[in-house]
């Protein structure tokens, strides 16, 4: 029996608001435990919530971006459960009007454009956290977390394969972040995902058995989550059993799932209005001011990159996956007008000096002025593009830019004809053997040619006017 997946994906984005959903409380990450709380995050009695207006402009914002009906009037409910890191007992929440519903994004999967269904977007506050002591069987519970504003954006299940939920992940997080209402950091926890999964045989409508799978912390784990899980469904119904609905954890490092506990459903919360809010009211002034503040998202900037620039698509995608490196490529490109050899420096060395200094784009010591007058000075020939490679990295390290390092270290190209001449016949002297043997038809040794006079020029001679005179004089010979 063929079986297909039907997945659905809850993603929790934290909002880059300074101060918590419903109380003044700063938001700001890695606190001393328990020091960014007060009565009312605490919920101590008498205390009384009231709504962060950047939060809901964040998630009116977002609301947009995935092309969402947004509803005049939404409600605040209380989502009743107990856990130690929830001091009130219950989590204000959205649940039968949420801020925004019947939304979708188009996804770049593997098999082309996908659209995925957005069933909702609600606001709600976070909980705290449970910190466990690995030396005694003791947690700690820090609550400064608690009551930071997050969204939560629910799918609808029209994924069917773990590499289109993590596309769709990535998308998310892409829109988050150009949006700058989401930092996207998955380690720290402000954006996380919880999958729904199900099979059901091929041709089939109705939906099977759902498990959800929560603690996958990265986009390589969700999809090997989703896979793990797939074919343990498939692996229990081909033996005869039967599946439960319920939660489970992935286990990164054994790569398969652990069973958590039954999943909830919607009245094991016993939702009700809360009774210390109002309905919320999302007038037009504000969602048109929120649709005008919108920037142009990564798929738009791709299409333009691809159009205005002339690079390949597959550039134009790597470029645009982080705001910060389109910005940084656009400004480049503004200071030294050949997007081509922009995008082949940023996406070889600039990426790869990124990559292992674990440095942010923003953060870099060569900025996108430096990087263009390195190239500048390649195209007008002082310097190689091998050693510009070479000052590349001096730049990096040092923060100086090319002019400098090139003066210092006397890198200027020669490109003095005379000189070039006069090395390249030193070399053919002291090398009969390799000459005779060119002559004779082993034309592939202009290679050693070449070799030779860029280590006696310690790599500073112009390569074009290397082969040129090189072609000259082994003619020469022949004749």
């Known amino acids: 029996m063929e079986f297909e997946s039907v997945i659905g994906l809850e993603v929790h984005a934290q909002l880059l608001t300074e101060t918590k959903a419903f109380c003044s409380c700063t938001t700001k990450f890695g606190s001393a435990p328990n020091s960014n709380t007060c009565p009312i995050c605490l919920g101590m009695p008498g205390s009384l919530p009231v709504l962060n207006k950047r939060a809901l402009e964040f998630t009116v914002l977002m609301a947009i971006a995935c092309n969402c009906e947004i509803n005049e009037i939404s409600r605040f409910a209380r989502k009743n459960y107990y856990y130690p890191d929830l001091p009130k007992n219950y989590q204000i929440s959205q649940y039968e009007l949420p801020v925004a519903e019947h939304g979708w994004v188009d996804v770049d999967t593997s098999t082309g454009f996908k659209r995925i269904g957005i069933t909702r977007i609600h606001m709600e506050e976070d909980a ?14 820090d609550l400064n977390r608690t009551g930071v504003p997050l969204i939560e954006i629910v799918s609808e299940p029209d994924m069917r394969s773990p590499e289109d939920a993590a596309a769709y992940l990535k ?35 109705y939906l099977g058995t759902k498990t959800e799978l929560k603690n996958m912390n990265s986009f390589k784990n969700v999809q090997k989550g989703l896979q793990h899980e797939i074919e343990r469904h498939e692996n229990t119904l081909l033996g005869g059993g039967n599946l439960i609905q ?5 286990d990164p490092a054994s790569g398969t799932t652990i069973s958590m506990r039954s999943k909830e459903q919607a009245h094991d919360y016993r939702y009700f209005p809360d009774p210390d809010l109002l309905p919320l009211r999302v007038d037009l002034e504000l969602i048109e001011r929120m649709r005008k503040s919108l920037p142009e998202l990564a798929c738009q ?4 990159f691809v159009r205005d620039f002339g690079i390949p698509e597959y550039d134009a995608g790597v470029l645009t996956a982080e705001r910060s490196l389109a910005e940084y490529f656009e400004k480049a490109v503004e200071i030294f007008p050949n997007p081509k050899s922009v995008s082949n420096w940023m996406m070889t060395e600039f990426m790869r000096f990124l990559k292992a200094s674990g440095t942010a784009i923003v953060s870099a010591p060569v900025q996108p002025s430096d990087l263009a007058g390195l190239l500048s000075m390649m195209e007008r020939g002082a310097i190689s593009g091998k050693i510009g490679k070479v000052v590349f990295e001096e730049m990096w390290k040092t923060g100086k ?8 270290r006397g890198l200027v190209q020669v490109s003095d004809v005379t000189e070039i001449t006069d090395m390249i016949r030193k070399i053919l002297l002291d090398n009969p053997g390799e000459v005779t043997r060119y002559l004779n038809g082993k034309t592939q040794l202009i290679a050693f040619f070449v070799g030779q006079t860029m280590k006696a020029t310690r790599g500073r001679a112009n390569p074009q006017i290397v082969n040129e005179i090189l072609t000259d004089e082994l003619e020469k010979l022949r004749n």
């Open 246 to 250: 319920e939660t489970r954890l992935f």
């Open 401 to 408: 830019d090319s002019n400098q390092i090139v003066e210092e």
């Open 301 to 304: 900037k791709k299409e333009r």
């Open 128 to 141: 705290g956290k449970l910190i466990h002591d690995d030396r005694k069987p003791v947690s700690y519970v």
């Open 171 to 205: 998308s998310l997080h892409s829109i988050l972040v150009y949006l700058g209402i989401c930092d996207g950091n998955m380690e720290e926890g402000s954006f996380r995902c919880d999958a729904n999964v199900s099979i059901r045989p091929k041709g089939q409508t």
